[in-house]
């Protein structure tokens, strides 16, 4: 069983012959509205991938449909909880070569109530695996509890904040991060990736795939991504993140586990859109690459 707290987003996505420049007034071409936030489209891709996932977390008002949405692809949404204020949304810019720009606007997201996660996370099992990232309240006290509680935790290090990142640290089984976010994070602590206080870490590399570090001896083994051709790169990390724990909540060794989730990546990224793009096992199956 996975438990994820993390974000849910309505995300209001828009196409621009190229990211606006500071100052510059830019007339979209189309306009799309769908279910994204990180939380919201790893728990989509777990729940895609065949994984039992239940998402903590908060949405406004505004957000019942956001609820239905992710139960809708399989998502247990039994905890998660309803605020008076509006629900986390986002503002994407997406270019003619696939690049995009986000403004966040958290919303309900940092508005969750910690006592309720922890009820919740008394239901886990030893063993379960908890995954949060950068875009909620609670993530370093859910990380301790889980820790606590026998579950194996992972945090996806996105957005990027160092402070973020150092805090949740010692609580970690697992680090997830793209190239980007792993300089940052080297540059901030002034300590090499491969020398981490994480028993493991992952950098996915976009088109190169990923690279897996155990930091205990410092072996790093690299999984390449398979050939496509890339339309929308949104939620791309996300759709892997969620795979990878699917992979290794049904037992996958940590090697097949990231084979299946660069799979499932670069399927995402030949497609527009978040959560609603997200491939389903059987597709990635299908795509025999
Ligand atoms: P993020 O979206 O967090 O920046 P990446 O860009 O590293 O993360 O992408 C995550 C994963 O998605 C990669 O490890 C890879 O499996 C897949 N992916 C991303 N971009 C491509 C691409 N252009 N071609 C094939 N796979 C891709």
Redesign the pocket.
């Known amino acids: 069983m996975i438990w994820n707290l993390g974000s849910i987003n309505a995300d209001h996505v828009y196409a621009v012959p190229h990211i606006p420049a500071p100052g510059e007034t830019l007339a979209a071409t189309a306009l799309t509205y769908g279910l994204g936030g990180k939380g919201a489209n790893m728990s989509v891709a777990a729940a895609r991938a065949g994984a039992r996932i239940a998402h903590l977390g908060a949405v406004g008002a505004d957000g019942g449909w956001m609820v239905e949405r992710l139960e809708s692809y399989g998502v247990d949404c039994a905890h998660v909880q309803r605020r008076e204020g509006p629900s986390g949304h986002a503002i994407i810019a997406v270019d003619a070569r696939a690049e995009n720009a986000i403004t966040l606007f958290p919303g309900a997201n940092r508005e969750i109530d910690l006592d309720a996660v922890k009820q919740a996370l008394d239901k886990a099992d030893p063993g379960d695996l908890l995954i949060t990232q950068n875009e909620t309240n609670g993530q370093v006290e859910a990380a301790a509890q889980a820790r606590a509680r026998g579950l194996r935790v992972v945090y996806a290090a ?1 957005p990027f904040e160092a402070g973020a990142v150092r805090a949740v640290l010692p609580h970690l089984d697992l680090l997830v991060l ?2 980007v976010e792993a300089q940052q994070l080297s540059q901030a602590l002034g300590t090499p990736i491969e020398e981490l206080p994480v028993p493991q870490v992952v950098v ?4 190169a ?2 690279d897996w570090i155990e930091t205990a001896t410092g072996a790093r083994h690299h999984v390449d ?4 051709e ?1 339309v929308d ?1 949104t939620g ?2 996300d ?2 993140t969620g795979y990878l724990l699917a992979g290794l909540s049904e037992g996958l060794e940590m090697q097949a586990a990231l084979k299946l ?2 799979q499932a ?2 399927l ?2 030949g497609r527009h859109g978040a959560a609603d793009a997200i491939p389903s096992r059987e597709e990635v199956a299908q795509a025999a690459f």
């Open positions: 996105a793209n190239e996915t590399l976009g088109a795939g990923c991504a398979p050939r496509v890339a790169t791309a990390g759709t892997f989730a660069t990546g670069a995402k990224v």
